[in-house]
């Protein structure tokens, strides 16, 4: 089959799709700009604090126009948070107490989180080794939420379900909004006062509505991916109830301190300009996940999500059921990223993940999940995870490519195991 001819037919049967995202845009940007204008924000507002970060007009400001996008009681935004994972676990280690019970109703959580539960390692703090708990309710053969298990699974203990919006590095879909507006529905039915909590890494923008809008009582996520508009260089935010976002700074700074600390260092005008690209960014992420969808549902492959199936994160999962065309893969990809096109991906282990790696990131902002990049565990069943694409004209440039090099793959002779060993 011609690569090169069957994108442009993806293209082609895809402009429809396009034109939706691009209304979809709209929406989300006119929300932003309400916001900037409601908090007359300003060039002044880009100006930073430095030391401990005390009364940043800029920073304090941005939170409260995340607060409003988000239709949260209240927000921080800051670039001390090192990734998603590092607000998510403040967000956990700030709300839960020895003797707590933590739940997670989709499934398993993503590799990251496992360290910081303590079903993965010992005598780094985890949460188990405080005294917090842990169970988490299996999904249905079909992928889902099992609904009749969640039904009576709040137990007096349980002080907070995790909610993982995004299918991370799961052969399942991503949740949709209505989805989690039932899980906080059937929660909170059995116990008022158990937190609901989501990780929102990837989901931001996707749908009209963010999980806070829908009663979820705390969540978090990165800049490096989608709120950060492919320009912030690092950081997180936390969203949510007042008290609990306060209890989520106190672990990120220290009690006392909380959401007052934490200088900007001169980020400012970048954490406003990505919010306000963000829309935008997301939409061509969306779009070239369904290119992808498309093209490798043609070559025969499995693909999660399906073409023409309303998004419900950025990550397109592709089945390539075989190590070397991982590797491949990601090969071609690295070769058509703006940065580091020279290098080789070979697998390699990864702090805070179990399994081997091979990740392609020719990215401008190191590990940005909001520019193109792929990934994947080198375990069965072989799956590459895409996510992000500042323009979907650069992804169907790389996907073009990294088609071409797993139809090859078998003659290449990787030796992927034994050279992840070495």
């Known amino acids: 089959m011609n690569i ?3 994108i442009e037919e993806a293209e082609k049967k895809l402009l429809p799709t396009f034109a939706q995202i691009d209304q979809q845009v709209k929406k989300h940007l006119q ?10 924000v300003g060039v002044h507002h880009f100006s930073s604090v430095t030391g401990y970060g005390h009364d940043d007009l800029g920073r304090d400001i941005l939170d409260n126009i995340f607060a409003q996008v988000f239709q949260a009681e209240s927000a921080a935004v800051r670039v001390q948070f090192v990734s998603g994972t590092h607000a998510i676990a403040c967000c956990l280690y700030g709300v839960l107490r020895p003797g707590d ?3 997670a109703v989709a499934g398993h959580p993503y590799d990251t989180l496992e360290e910081v539960i303590g079903v993965r390692s010992e005598g780094q703090g985890s949460l188990q080794e405080f005294g917090v708990s842990y169970r988490e ?17 709040i137990k007096p203990e349980t002080k907070l379900v995790l909610i993982q ?19 906080v529905k059937v929660v909170k039915q059995q116990n008022p006062n158990t937190i609901c909590f989501v990780d929102n890494c990837y989901g931001e923008f996707i749908e009209n509505l963010e999980p806070t809008a829908v009663g979820v009582d705390l969540m978090a996520g990165s800049l490096i991916k989608n709120p950060g508009g492919t320009i912030v260089t690092a950081g997180g935010y936390v969203a949510g109830k007042e008290d609990l976002v306060e209890k989520a ?42 290119l992808i969808a498309y093209v490798f549902s043609e070559l025969g492959y499995e693909v999660n999500p399906l073409p023409f199936i309303p998004r419900r994160d950025i990550i397109q999962g592709i089945k390539l059921g075989n190590p070397d065309k991982l590797v491949a893969f990601c090969r071609a990809i690295q070769r058509n990223s703006p940065v580091g096109s020279y290098l080789d991906p070979i ?20 590990g940005s999940t909001s520019e193109f990049s792929a990934d994947g565990p080198l375990r069965e069943p072989y799956i590459v995870f ?13 996907i073009s490519e990294a088609a071409k090099a797993i139809n090859c793959s078998s003659s290449l002779h990787l030796n992927v195991t034994e050279k992840s060993n070495q």
């Not at 991503?174 to 039932?182: C, F, M, V």
């Not at 990120?252 to 990505?274: E, H, K, M, V």
């Not at 895409?386 to 790389?398: L, S, V, Y």
Request: charged share 20%.
């Open 347 to 366: 697998p390699a282990p990864m702090p805070g993940y179990e399994s081997d790696l091979v990740m392609a990131g020719g990215t401008f902002i190191d």
């Open 249 to 290: 700074c106190c672990r990120l700074t220290s009690p006392g301190i909380g959401s007052s600390g934490g200088a900007t260092f001169d980020q400012n005008r970048l954490l406003y300009q990505g919010l306000f690209l963000a829309p935008q960014m997301v939409a061509e992420a969306m779009k070239g996940s369904h």
């Open 31 to 40: 929300k932003i700009l309400t916001a900037f204008r409601d908090h007359r």
């Open 386 to 398: 895409c996510q992000g694409g500042t323009h979907w004209t650069h992804t169907a440039i790389a």
């Open 137 to 153: 309710l299996s999904l249905t053969a079909d992928g889902g939420i099992d609904w009749d298990a969640l039904n009576t699974a």
């Open 101 to 103: 019970e933590m739940l």
């Open 4 to 6: 090169d001819l069957l």
């Open 165 to 183: 919006r995004s299918c991370g590095y799961s052969w399942r879909e991503s949740l949709r909004i209505a989805d989690i507006k039932q899980i």
